[in-house]
C-alpha cells in the first residue's frame, strides 16, 4: 500500500526556478515542447515552449547524445543541460545539452506556423484550429492576461468584505426577461439557461450583504456582431446597504484600479508579448444619459434617433469626446430610461422616466451594465404589474423581499469585452477561448 502525502517533487526545473535558483554553470533537467529548431549544421537552437514562456536550449554536435535530424517540432521532451548566461536568448538564459528523452511526437504537420511570432491566418481559421492556434506565444498571452483580470476582481472584493458564491445556470426564469432565452426541457419541465444570476445574487445579498462572482450567462440574441457572444463570462457583484448607487460605481472604479495595476506587476512580460499600454481608471468621469447624447450629438453633429438607448456609434463618440476633453478612457453613463431597464432596477425619485443605473463605456464599447435595485416589495410588484409581467415563476425571487432586503445593487461586466479592449482588439472572439455565436457549437 501506498500513501499519499502531497504534491510530488520534480526533477525538471520551471523557468522561474532556473531564474530564481543557483544553476549558471551547473547540469539541470528541463522539459517542454519543442517550439522550434534552428539547424546551423553543427549547432542547432531547440526552443521550447514552457508554461512561463521560451527557454532556448543549444544542440552542439558531438555534445549532445542525440541525432538533431530525429527530433521534430511540437515533440515534447525531456532534457539535460548545462545552464548558460545569454542575454539574445529569452529571459537572458540557454541550457546547452547534453542528452534528450522524446516523450511523445507529432503525428501529422502542423496546419499553421504556430511559432510565428504573430499568426497571420483569418480569426474564423484561428478559431476552427483553437487547440492548436493558442499555442502561438502571443495568443496564449492574451489569456494570460483575462487571467489576471479574474484574479484581481476576485482579489479586490474579498479584500472589500464581498463572499464569493456560485449560482445555477439552469433555471425555471429568466432573470432579464424577454425572448433572447434558450430555452430546456429539464426532465419534462420547462427550464431556461440563466441570462444572468441577477435573482440569486440579490438573494444572496440577503444572506452575506456583499457578493460576487466570475463565471458563464447564456443570451439566445441571434446577433453577428463584432462585440456580442451567446455565451459569456461575467463579472457580477451586488451589495447591499448602500445608500446611492455611486457606491456601486466607486467600488467598480476600485476594482478596475486594483486590476489594472496587478496586470503591470504580474503580467508585464505578457503585456509586453500582446505589445499593451495600459488604460487609466482614476477619476472616470460620469454623465447622465441625456446629457451624454446632448453632447455628441452637438459635437459631433450627429442627430438622436435613439432617445432610448445608445446605439453602438453612440458609444464610440461618447468615448472618444470624453478621450478629447478629459483624456478618460473609461466614462459612467447614468440615469438610463426606466422603459430599457430590468423592472428590479430602481427609478429615480426626482423623475420616474429615468433610473438610477449605468453603463460603463470603455474605449468606444459598453462592458458593464449596473445599478440600484428595487428592495421594497410593494413597489417591485407595482412595477411587475405595471409591465403587464407575470409573478409566476418568481415566487422565490419575492421571498426574500416580504422577510426584508436593505437597500442594494450591483453590475455585470463582460470579461471578454475587457479583455478585447484591454488588448486593442476589435472582435469579441479575439479574447474568447472557445467562443460560441450565432453559428458556432465547435470546438
Known amino acids: 500500500m501506498e500513501f499519499i502525502s502531497g504534491v510530488m517533487k520534480k526533477d525538471t526545473l520551471e ?5 530564481a535558483g543557483d544553476y549558471l554553470g551547473k547540469k539541470v533537467t528541463v522539459n517542454g515542447a519543442v517550439h522550434s529548431i534552428r539547424d546551423m549544421g553543427d549547432i ?80 474564423e481559421t484561428l478559431v476552427d484550429l483553437r487547440p492548436i ?60 439557461l440563466a441570462q444572468s444570476p441577477q435573482f440569486y445574487k440579490q438573494t444572496m445579498v440577503g444572506v452575506f450583504d456583499r457578493v460576487y462572482e466570475a463565471a458563464p450567462v447564456f443570451r439566445a440574441e441571434k446577433h453577428n456582431t463584432h462585440r456580442h457572444l451567446n455565451e459569456y463570462t461575467s463579472l457580477d457583484f451586488e451589495m447591499g446597504y448602500i445608500e446611492g448607487f455611486e457606491e456601486i460605481m466607486a467600488m467598480e472604479a476600485g476594482a478596475l484600479q486594483y486590476i489594472l495595476e496587478l496586470l503591470k506587476k504580474d503580467y ?22 441625456e446629457d451624454a447624447k446632448q453632447k455628441v450629438s452637438e459635437k459631433y453633429d450627429r442627430p438622436i434617433r435613439n432617445p432610448y438607448d445608445l446605439e453602438p456609434e453612440e458609444e464610440v463618440l461618447i468615448s472618444r469626446y470624453f478621450k478629447e476633453e478629459y483624456d478618460a ?9 426606466s422603459k430599457k431597464r430590468p423592472f428590479y432596477t430602481m427609478d429615480d425619485p426626482a423623475d420616474t422616466r429615468f433610473t438610477l443605473s449605468f453603463d460603463l ?41 416580504k422577510h426584508g432586503m436593505p437597500p442594494h445593487g450591483g453590475l455585470g461586466m463582460g470579461l471578454e469585452r475587457l479583455t478585447m479592449k484591454i488588448l486593442g482588439k476589435d472582435n469579441v472572439r479575439e479574447t474568447t477561448l472557445f467562443p460560441r455565436d450565432l453559428s458556432r457549437l465547435e470546438p
Not at 523557468?15 to 531564474?19: A, C, F, R
Not at 407595482?382 to 409566476?392: F, P, Q, T
Open 44 to 123: 542547432a537552437f531547440v526552443v521550447l515552449r514552457k508554461r512561463e514562456g521560451l527557454l532556448q536550449t543549444v544542440f552542439e554536435e558531438g555534445k549532445t547524445n542525440f541525432n538533431i535530424k530525429d527530433l521534430k517540432e511540437n515533440s515534447t521532451i525531456e532534457a539535460v543541460g548545462v545552464m548558460a548566461a545569454e542575454d539574445r536568448a529569452p529571459n537572458g538564459i540557454e541550457i546547452r545539452l547534453e542528452s534528450i528523452r522524446i516523450l511523445s511526437e507529432p503525428k501529422e504537420p502542423m496546419p499553421i506556423a504556430i511559432n510565428k511570432w504573430q499568426l497571420k491566418s483569418h480569426l
Open 361 to 401: 463605456l470603455f474605449r468606444g464599447i459598453e462592458i458593464t451594465t449596473g445599478g440600484q435595485r428595487i428592495h421594497d416589495l410593494d413597489m417591485l410588484r407595482e412595477k411587475i404589474s405595471a409591465r403587464g409581467m407575470d409573478e409566476e415563476g418568481m415566487e422565490h425571487y419575492l421571498m426574500i423581499f
Open 133 to 192: 492556434s493558442l499555442r502561438n506565444i502571443r495568443e496564449r498571452a492574451k489569456f494570460k492576461i483575462q487571467e489576471g483580470i479574474v484574479i484581481g476582481f476576485r482579489d479586490f472584493l474579498h479584500c472589500q468584505g464581498f463572499t464569493e458564491i456560485r449560482t445555477p445556470k439552469i433555471v425555471s426564469r429568466g432573470a432579464e426577461g424577454g425572448a433572447n432565452v434558450f430555452k430546456l426541457d429539464y426532465f419534462g419541465k420547462k427550464a431556461e
Open 15 to 19: 523557468i522561474g526556478e532556473l531564474l
Open 268 to 289: 508585464a512580460n505578457e503585456l509586453r508579448i500582446c505589445g499593451v499600454d495600459l488604460p487609466s481608471a482614476q477619476n472616470i468621469p460620469a454623465i447622465k444619459f
Open 329 to 337: 478612457d473609461f466614462v459612467f453613463i447614468t440615469h438610463y430610461p
